[in-house]
């Protein structure tokens, strides 16, 4: 279970059985307040992820030219 413990300048402190995690706030619904129980989920954007590889391969083969 996540908790929305407190909001801290750009902040949100979520509280996740004994550990505190911090993220954005902008991450956070518009109506979410300090107490609320939040639903968190996180999955791997593979097409991003491929691409982000891929300038990092080209990055690499250049650097290996010089």
């Known amino acids: 279970m996540y908790i929305l413990d407190s909001i801290e300048g750009d ?3 979520i ?4 550990i505190m995690l911090q993220l954005p706030k902008e991450l956070l619904p518009e ?8 639903h968190i989920h996180i999955s791997v954007d593979t097409d991003q992820t ?9 990055k690499m083969e250049r650097l290996w030219e010089e």
């Open 50 to 58: 491929n691409k982000r590889k891929e300038r990092l391969e080209e």
């Open 11 to 13: 902040w949100a402190v």
């Open 15 to 18: 509280e996740y059985g004994k």
């Open 31 to 38: 109506n979410a307040k300090e107490g609320d129980i939040l």
